[in-house]
């Protein structure tokens, strides 16, 4: 069996004779190369001799010349270890106007387990924008969302108290010898496979409470939960299963094994779970909104908030939504220069709400095409989802309904009858209430509405959806035009629904 070691900024695999002595090519590993590798090496691709994964990094300047070439076309395949935010490196630079192409690692449950992460998640490095500037919009057209993984495992989650500190996501120590983020190695499968590389004690802040394991179709198109025999299977050959990216650095949670209530059958949906761009100050990954950033406030670590105040630096690039599909466009906030683009946690299936916390994660493929809406300021984002997927009362009038409108206007006495179409305003919070008062604000503020005409046009054209308990919500309407062309989105708006 390979030996499969991470450490911060590579991902060594080792052959079976060095992996029979984890211990002793631990000491050997931390004492004559890690030190080396941090910030030095990333891996770029096979190499020779037992650190098959390992390549020497272009030079810090390099990396930036190159980054800053404009592309029409940008490839993305590199990820940061849990964090969004200003300090980290770019992955490219694309042409407003262009296309982002991303083959992205399972988020959730694979960095939950690897101790290694600051965050929940492993998402892309940021990708400046072209002509992204902090008060503009970037759009975000979803034209391709594609599963690569033929399984995963999950669940609801159960914390192992003694292996981090104020959040089992972000501060993580091993419970034995107290390294803080320790390198870890992974020993043979179950909920004990995951290793410190120091002491070789269970590194991971996470099991499952309840977990299973699905098993995809050819097509991805189904799912089919397995028993204890396939989830072996699937666990002892984790990785191909989970299809990693290259340069992924968790443990793929496979690796756990879970298997119960198999034999259950469920359509599948991929959706991009974390998207948005990047916020002006650090945060992790997974706690980029209003519900997850709670675990922030007051917390004794490097990313620890103040209060409640400090959590507005957020983009809610987690939302979590299954309308974030194929078909859907984005508008997001931009925060920094060139906006800081980013992607990850992408999902074969999910109910509205996420109600386990934790779904089908997956290794998968996206396709975007981006453009930058000049002087758009917004307060979260805002999602132009398929028709098919918005409530009735809130889809594009048809020529019948304007028509039957009219007439009714006319025989009222009403002068004229408001052209309007659907947006749907992203909100976070504590909870579901607080999240949905996030939204009549910031709809509010962008419409030049009161709290009262959006409560109202909401009932009247609209609604609100959970996304994900505790606290992420859609607030739908229909939007006068006037006051879209006012915002600048008038446009987008009329190109998404036609």
Known sequence: ????????????????????????VGVGIRAGVVSHLRGAVEPVGPAGGPCA???????????????????????????????????????????????????????????????????????????????AEPGDALVVHIEDVEVTSAATSTGSMAERADAFGDDPFVDHV????????????????????????ECGAN?????????????????????????????????????????????????????????????TLGRLRPFIGNIGTTPAREFPDSHNAGDFGQFLIGADHDWGLPDEAALEARTDGHMDSNEVRPGATLVCPVRVEGA???????????????????????????????????????????????????????????????????????????????????????????????????????????LDMTEGEVRSRCTFTGGVEIARLPGVVQLSMLAPLDRLEAAGLADVVREQYA
């Not at 995809?216 to 984790?238: I, P």
């Not at 290259?246 to 443990?251: A, D, I, K």
């Open 340 to 446: 800081g683009l980013y992607v990850g946690d992408l999902h074969a299936n999910q109910g509205d709400g996420e109600l386990s916390l934790h779904t089908t994660d997956v290794s998968g493929r996206t396709e975007l095409r981006v453009e930058v809406i000049k002087d758009c300021e917004l307060g979260g984002p805002l999602l132009l989802p398929n028709e098919s997927d918005l409530p009735h009362i809130a889809k594009p009038y048809t020529d019948a309904e304007r028509a039957a409108g009219g007439e009714v206007a006319e025989r009222y006495g009403v002068d004229e009858l408001h052209d309007a179409a659907p947006i749907q305003v992203i909100g976070s919070g504590a909870t579901v209430n607080e999240a949905t008062e996030t939204a009549f604000e910031r709809a509010g503020t962008l």
């Open 203 to 263: 590194a991971s802040s996470f099991g499952f409470e309840y977990g299973y394991t699905v098993a995809f179709d050819d097509d991805r198109s189904v799912g089919v939960t397995v028993g204890e025999e396939g989830a072996g299977m699937l666990a002892d050959d984790a990785d191909a299963a989970m299809a990693l990216p290259e340069h992924s650095r968790q443990h793929p949670i496979l690796l756990y094994g879970p298997d119960e209530m198999p034999g």
């Open 53 to 131: 994964r390992v390549g020497f990094m272009r030079p810090a300047a390099e990396r930036e010349r190159m980054s800053q070439q404009i592309q029409e076309e940008l490839e993305v395949d590199a990820f940061t270890l849990g964090l969004v935010g200003p300090e980290q490196e770019w992955a490219g630079t694309v042409a407003d106007g262009g296309t982002v192409r991303t083959h992205t690692p399972p988020a959730c449950w694979g960095p939950m387990i690897t101790p290694e992460f600051r965050g929940g998640h492993e998402v892309t490095r940021p990708i400046r924008v072209e002509n």
């Open 174 to 197: 091993c419970p034995e010898c107290g390294t803080e983020w320790p390198e870890s190695v992974v020993e043979g499968t179950g909920e004990d496979a995951v290793r410190c590389a």
């Open 1 to 24: 069996m390979v030996q499969r070691v991470v450490v911060e900024r590579a991902v060594l695999e080792l052959p079976p004779a060095e992996g029979d002595a984890v211990a002793q």
